[in-house]
C-alpha cells in the first residue's frame, strides 16, 4: 500500500504523462484561411520580449532601491564629514617612517619601508572588521547583553571604557603580515595581532627564498607548507620572544603604529563602503 507520501510524490509524474500522451494526439489541420489570419510566433515573441523590457524597466522596486541607495550614501558622507581624518591617522602620516600603499577597491593595505639593508613590507586588511562583525552574529545574546549593560554602567560612572577625551573606548584586533627581507639572506615573516595600542607576535617564520614569505599562488603557497619555517612563537625561550619584540619596535612595529592601524581600517573601510555604495546605486537606476 503507498504512502500519502509516495501518491503525492507520483502525482506530478502521472500528470505529465497524461499531458504528453495528450500532446500526441492528433490534431485537426487548420485551414489555409486561418493559418493566414494567425499572428505568427516570431510576431508573438517580439511582442512579448518589449512588452517585458518595459516592465523591466518601470520595476517600482528599482527606484525604491535607488532612493535608499541614496539615503545611505547622504547619511554616510555626513559622518564622514563630521569624524573627519582620525588625530592618530593624520599624525602617523606626517611623521611614521612607514609609505603607504592602498588601492581603491581593494581590501588589503600596504606599508612599506628601507630599514638599512633591509626591505620592510607591512599587509594589513579591512576584512577584519567584517570577520569580527560575523563572530558577533553568533554570541550568545545573554552575553551579549550583559556587555551591554556593563558598557552603559562605565560610561554613566565614567569608568572603565573611556578615553581621555571621554569617549568610549574602542579596540578590536586587527591581523598584521609583516616581511622583513634582506637581499640574497631571505626573509622573516612575522604573524601579530595588535589591539588596545600593543603588538602580539604569533609566529615568527624564515624562508631561505624571500618569495615563499609574500607567497599568493596556490603552487608558491603549497610549496610554503612542506617547508620547516620555525617553532610556534610562544615555545620559544622567555627571552627570546622579548629580544624579538625590541628587534621589531627598532623597526617600527611598536606602539605608534599599534594606534594607527585600526583608525585606518575604520576610515578606509567607510571609503570603500561609500564606493561599494555610489556603484550599486548607478548599477541600479542605469
Not at 516570431?42 to 522596486?61: D, H, L, P, Y
Not at 609583516?178 to 612575522?190: C, Q, R, S, W
Not at 594607527?260 to 575604520?266: A, E, G, L, R, S
Amino acid at each position: 500500500m503507498f504512502s500519502i507520501r509516495s501518491l503525492t510524490r507520483s502525482a506530478p509524474r502521472t500528470i505529465s504523462r497524461l499531458s504528453t500522451s495528450a500532446l500526441r494526439q492528433p490534431r485537426a489541420r487548420t485551414s489555409l484561411v486561418l493559418s493566414a489570419w494567425k499572428p505568427s510566433r516570431t510576431q508573438s515573441v517580439a511582442a512579448f520580449s518589449g512588452s517585458a523590457r518595459r516592465m523591466a524597466k518601470a520595476a517600482e522596486g528599482d527606484e525604491e532601491l535607488v532612493l535608499k541607495l541614496d539615503s545611505e550614501l547622504q547619511v554616510e558622507n555626513d559622518m564622514k564629514e563630521q569624524e573627519g581624518v582620525p588625530t592618530s591617522v593624520k599624525e602617523y602620516l606626517e611623521n611614521g617612517p612607514f609609505e603607504i600603499l592602498d588601492s581603491p577597491g581593494q581590501e588589503d593595505v600596504v606599508l612599506t619601508r628601507q630599514f638599512g639593508g633591509e626591505k620592510i613590507q607591512i599587509t594589513f586588511s579591512i576584512a577584519d572588521i567584517n570577520n569580527l562583525d560575523n563572530e558577533n552574529e553568533y554570541e550568545d545574546p545573554a552575553m551579549a547583553d550583559e556587555e551591554d549593560a556593563n558598557q552603559a554602567s562605565e560610561e554613566s560612572t565614567g569608568e572603565e571604557g573611556e578615553g581621555a577625551d571621554g569617549e568610549a573606548a574602542r579596540s578590536y584586533p586587527a591581523r598584521l603580515n609583516i616581511v622583513i627581507e634582506k637581499a640574497g639572506k631571505g626573509a622573516l615573516n612575522v604573524e601579530g595581532i595588535i589591539q588596545d595600542g600593543m603588538h602580539v607576535i604569533e609566529n615568527v617564520y624564515y624562508y631561505a627564498d624571500a618569495s615563499f614569505a609574500y607567497a599568493k599562488t596556490p603552487e608558491k603557497i603549497h610549496g610554503r607548507e612542506d617547508l620547516y619555517s620555525g617553532p610556534p612563537f610562544a615555545n620559544l625561550d622567555e627571552d627570546l620572544q622579548v629580544l624579538f619584540e625590541r628587534y621589531l619596535d627598532e623597526r617600527g612595529i611598536n606602539t605608534a603604529l599599534a594606534l594607527f592601524v585600526p583608525d585606518y581600517i575604520d576610515m578606509k573601510e567607510q571609503k570603500e563602503y561609500l564606493r561599494w555604495l555610489s556603484n550599486v546605486k548607478s548599477f541600479v537606476e542605469a
